[in-house]
């Protein structure tokens, strides 16, 4: 069964910077992309960043030279790096994991339960 865990969220001060962590775990055979959506109460997800297995990344537009992506394939973990936080960065941050465990054929997307980030004016 495959997990994903996030770590890192929290309150931090407008201007200031947190690192969003995720590892995946169980029974892992391989892992495609990788990446990071976040939502308010009540509005769709939406994509933060994206990394592919060869290190390939993408952003959304409004986080581009704040946000960094980057993950360990060693240790199935990926990561956001936050800097220059603002306030309508306020949200619940899932990370998600293109994985085909050992115990089948193809890929499927797992999420995480999803992390607090707190940006206070």
């Known amino acids: 069964q495959v997990q994903l865990v996030e770590s890192g969220g929290g309150l931090v001060q407008a201007g200031g910077s947190l690192r969003l962590s995720c590892a995946a775990s169980g029974s892992i055979l391989s892992i495609n992309a990788m990446g990071w959506y976040r939502q308010a109460p009540g509005k769709q997800r939406e994509l933060v960043a994206v990394?592919?297995?060869?290190?390939?990344?993408n952003y959304r537009d409004s986080v581009k030279g704040r946000f960094t992506i980057s993950r360990d394939n060693a240790k199935n973990t990926v990561y956001l790096q936050m800097n220059s936080l603002k306030p309508e960065d306020t949200l619940v941050y899932y990370c998600f994991a293109e994985v085909r465990p050992s115990t089948a054929l193809y890929h499927s997307v797992y999420w995480g339960r999803g992390t607090q980030v707190t940006v206070s004016s």
């Open positions: 990394i592919t297995s060869g290190g390939i990344t």
